[in-house]
């Protein structure tokens, strides 16, 4: 629609409904003329950067995207699984779609931390920042000895990459835990094998896409990262660190 015509067709809205005496109509636009006006002035101003300004913009995709806040929201989204492998992540800067982060903790310089740039932080970027590159990862300002009472992942082999198919689940048991594999897109998950209501195993349950369903209460957990997606405040799976060598799967329950 033309500018002109819409200008055209708004006042004679308006005349109507002052005629018809509509005032929740009236009190309507009373309220879009309170958000818009004082955003309009500031953007008049110059002042595109104030945070009204920025809100009203936002609404019709004008506002230019702030790179470094996508990507920390995209981040939280994956820091409880890094925090799972007793490790940590901190973004250090966003430069035209590469991503620069800094793993710190167990993560640094174990046989699961590439894995896990790649499988989680790297999927949650694709999916959430549109610009998103590459990762660069940095290595941590303090030795890795310097940080005290961190136990590090030790892998043990659990079963051949080629025993979980995916869109599949197996159970297995390594080091007299239960654990439980699940294979989404190719890419392989490890939780503990208790579903966190009761305890219950949970390899009679069903994947389907990146959704683990429990198969005693239908309780529905993301595969990738544990967490519970159909109760956000009910607790999600504990996850397992894992690795794959040489077309084996591997997995470190002692921090599990």
Same mark, same amino acid.
Do not use: K
């Given at each position: 629609?033309?500018?002109?015509?819409?200008?055209?067709?708004?006042?004679?809205?308006?005349?109507?409904?002052?005629?018809?005496?509509?005032?929740?109509?009236?009190?309507?636009?009373?309220?879009?003329?309170? /958000?818009?006006?004082?955003?309009?002035?500031?953007?008049?101003?110059?002042? &595109?950067?104030?945070?009204?300004?920025?809100?009203? =913009?936002?609404?019709?995709?004008?506002?230019?995207?702030?790179?470094?806040?996508?990507?920390?929201?995209?981040?939280?989204?994956?820091? !409880?699984?890094?925090?799972?492998?007793?490790?940590?992540?901190?973004?250090?800067? /966003?430069?035209?779609?590469?991503?620069? &982060?800094?793993?710190?903790?167990?993560?640094?310089? *174990?046989?699961?931390?590439?894995?896990?740039?790649?499988?989680?932080?790297?999927?949650?970027?694709?999916?959430?920042?549109?610009?998103?590159?590459?990762?660069?990862?940095?290595?941590?300002?303090?030795?890795?000895?310097?940080?005290? %009472? &961190?136990?590090?992942?030790?892998?043990?082999?659990?079963?051949?990459?080629?025993?979980?198919?995916?869109?599949?689940?197996?159970?297995?048991?390594?080091?007299?835990?239960?654990? =439980?594999?699940?294979?989404?897109?190719?890419? /392989?998950?490890?939780?503990?094998?208790? *579903?966190?209501?009761?305890?219950?195993?949970?390899?009679?349950?069903?994947?389907?896409?990146?959704?683990?369903?429990?198969?005693?209460?239908?309780?529905?957990?993301?595969?990738?990262?544990?967490?519970?997606? %159909?109760?956000?405040?009910?607790?999600? &799976?504990?996850?397992? !660190?894992?690795?794959?060598?040489?077309?084996?799967?591997?997995?470190?329950?002692?921090?599990?």
């Amino acid at each position: 629609m033309e500018f002109d015509e819409a200008v055209a067709r708004l006042d004679a809205l308006v005349e109507q409904l002052e005629r018809e005496g509509d005032q929740r109509a009236l009190s309507l636009l009373q309220l879009v003329d309170a /958000v818009h006006r004082p955003a309009l002035e500031l953007i008049a101003a110059g002042q &595109l950067d104030h945070p009204v300004a920025r809100a009203v =913009l936002a609404m019709y995709d004008l506002a230019p995207l702030d790179e470094r806040l996508e990507v920390e929201e995209a981040l939280d989204e994956v820091r !409880p699984y890094i925090h799972s492998h007793g490790g940590a992540v901190e973004l250090l800067g /966003v430069d035209e779609g590469v991503v620069h &982060l800094r793993l710190s903790g167990a993560c640094n310089g *174990c046989a699961g931390s590439a894995m896990t740039l790649r499988r989680g932080i790297e999927q949650v970027l694709r999916d959430r920042v549109g610009s998103f590159r590459e990762i660069v990862a940095h290595e941590p300002e303090q030795p890795l000895l310097q940080i005290r %009472d &961190l136990r590090r992942p030790v892998f043990v082999e659990a079963l051949a990459i080629d025993d979980v198919p995916p869109g599949g689940i197996r159970a297995v048991v390594v080091d007299e835990v239960p654990v =439980l594999l699940a294979n989404v897109d190719g890419d /392989v998950y490890a939780f503990r094998n208790c *579903c966190p209501v009761d305890g219950l195993p949970l390899e009679g349950g069903r994947l389907t896409g990146a959704v683990l369903v429990c198969p005693w209460h239908n309780c529905a957990f993301d595969a990738r990262s544990g967490e519970r997606v %159909d109760d956000e405040t009910a607790p999600g &799976l504990a996850v397992v !660190p894992i690795a794959v060598r040489n077309g084996a799967v591997q997995v470190a329950v002692n921090v599990a």
